[in-house]
């Protein structure tokens, strides 16, 4: 439940921003983080599948191959080698020696990281950055973020908005349109598009 006047929204970052945090998280020596931020935007996946992966799927395959949690639907993500890479050269920082242990465990090292938790630290990580955001921060920056870049590097053309509805699994391009913000921005064009 959101607060009267809270944002709930959640955006996207520019990608020179998303590079920049994540060769700092790199630099800083956290890996974890850079890892999911990376990861998550690279391959678009919610949180709830993101916390399932292993370093073995990195390492074994050209193509990720996911049973989405909130669909049951099963998506094959193609590894981009840049990704390939920082996950192995993350994983040989972090010094993991089990390829099969999840990517994204917890301190303990009893089961991934609790989704709550990662929202509150990536705050923490975007304040301590000074990250600027328009909206909520939290994991969904990932999928939005990988979107918008979709989006502008195809010339925000109707083709990408149609290839991404796919890729997020959604229904309608209506429904990407409104994910991605671009309904409103059309929307509020039009005021822009009147002239005396």
């Not at 020179?16 to 994540?22: E, I």
């Amino acid at each position: 439940m959101s607060l009267k006047g809270q944002k709930t929204t959640t955006t996207s970052i520019d990608w020179d921003v998303f590079k920049s945090l994540v060769s700092k998280l790199e630099r800083d020596g956290n890996y974890k983080y850079c890892l999911l931020i990376t990861i998550g935007v690279f391959t678009g996946l919610r949180i709830s599948d993101l916390l399932q992966l292993r370093y073995s799927q990195f390492e074994d395959s050209e193509y990720l191959t996911v049973v989405e949690q909130k669909t049951k639907k099963t998506r094959k993500i193609k590894i981009n080698p840049d990704l390939k890479t920082s996950v192995m050269r993350l994983k040989d920082l972090s010094g993991v020696t089990n390829s099969d242990w999840p990517i994204f465990m917890n301190r303990y090292g009893t089961k991934p990281i609790d989704k709550s938790w990662i929202n509150v630290n990536l705050k923490k990580i975007f304040k301590q950055y000074g990250i600027e955001c328009e909206g909520n921060i939290s994991s969904h920056l990932f999928r939005k973020t990988l979107g918008n870049r979709v989006l502008k590097l195809n010339n925000y053309s109707n083709e990408s908005v149609i290839l991404l509805m796919e890729l997020f699994g959604h229904s309608s391009v209506t429904i990407t349109k409104k994910y991605l913000g671009i309904r409103e921005r059309e929307v509020m064009s039009v005021y822009d598009s009147l002239s005396l």
